[in-house]
């Protein structure tokens, strides 16, 4: 299928620079990218960007894709893309924590028969209760007096997420795309449920095909066509903190089940915190992202000091070096919203959390969807048609 007018993305993070990459790899009509501030400098740059298999069916497919194209990248990078195993540990601290998290691993047996003939993550993961946590793994800095039960697993690091997408960008530079930083698309212009333009810094331009991949703000996004999109946002706050040596040893990236902080040790010896409410979409509301800063507000600041000296009391003595606040998006079902919508032409990649992970497949399916008229095998798990905004133009 041809765009008369070439392929218009709303947003430079790694997710919409992942869809012009793909977009490029295929045609050779102009492919637009539009940045109201400069590349990868929103949430993409926030990120811990871990990787792992952890979510559904649709996610591990996805996950594999990526990996697949991550580690092609990786072979002759123009970035620094990185990549550092940790593992990961989530630990509970109460009994019913404990309970919980023990369940997840006893049920994962059941999942994976369901999963039976699908694709299902069988990588490792270990119920570890607090007698069996110190006799298991190295982690010299973890209280694990307070600890009351462990889930462990290994096949998970974390990569420079802004490094991954410079990649993209720049082979997408190299396939003609056009990345217009310092511009912000300021309307969509619909006719009869069909997309028929935007405005771009005010200016009509005739389009026939625009992707929003505006992170936290794809709600004001896709309002500007009139669509509805099942996306809320929760706070991603972000403290660095320095001890005054390194830290000698490594960690897992520890997440705490009750709370929701979760720390990870940098390669520099750095600690960084960040918090995702553990309510997900119901906890979740609507943030205008223009209107926070970078200062993490004092009482989850308070929670997650807390917590981090609870669980590594050898932290109260680092300094805090840097704060920064995110917004994560958070959907229904905490898988992404990916591609048509009911207007013609306008289609959307709205990310609940792990975009980093993500964002080369649905490159993929946005670019087999505009170019080949073809759904996908993704459909059913990703299209916005599961939450009731029915595709009825197909
Ligand atoms: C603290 C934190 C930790 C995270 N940890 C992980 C993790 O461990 N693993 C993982 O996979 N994911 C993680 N995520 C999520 C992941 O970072 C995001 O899903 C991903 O970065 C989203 O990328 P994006 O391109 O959709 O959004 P963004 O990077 O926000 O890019 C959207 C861009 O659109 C631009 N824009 C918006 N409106 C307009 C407009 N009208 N005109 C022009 N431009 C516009 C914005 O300026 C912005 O640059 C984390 C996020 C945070 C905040």
Known sequence: MSAGDGYHIVGGGIVGASIAYHLSERTDEPVHVYEKGTLANETTRKSFAFFGFYGDETQYRMKRYAIEQYNEFMKSPRASPGYVATGRLDVATTED?????????????????????????????????????PKSMFLPFLDTDVVVGGVYRPNVGYVRPCEFATEFIERARDNGVTFHERTTVTDLHVEDETLVGLSVDGEFEPAEAVVAAAGPWNQQVSQMAGVDIPVKHTLAPVLELEPSEPLAYTLPWITHHESGFTIRRNADGKIMMTHHPVGGYDDATEYDPDAWGETVPEEIRNRGLETLYTLLPEAESFDIVDERVGIRSSTPDMNPVVGWTRVRGFSIAAFSTSGIQLSPATGKIIAAQLLDDDPTSYYEGLSISRFDEYVDWR
């Not at 404990?98 to 003939?117: I, N």
């Open 97 to 133: 924590g404990a309970d919980a998290l023990r369940q997840t691993v006893e049920t994962r047996g059941e999942r994976l028969a369901d999963a039976r003939g699908k694709s299902a993550d069988t990588s490792p993961v270990n119920y570890l209760s607090s007698d069996e946590l």
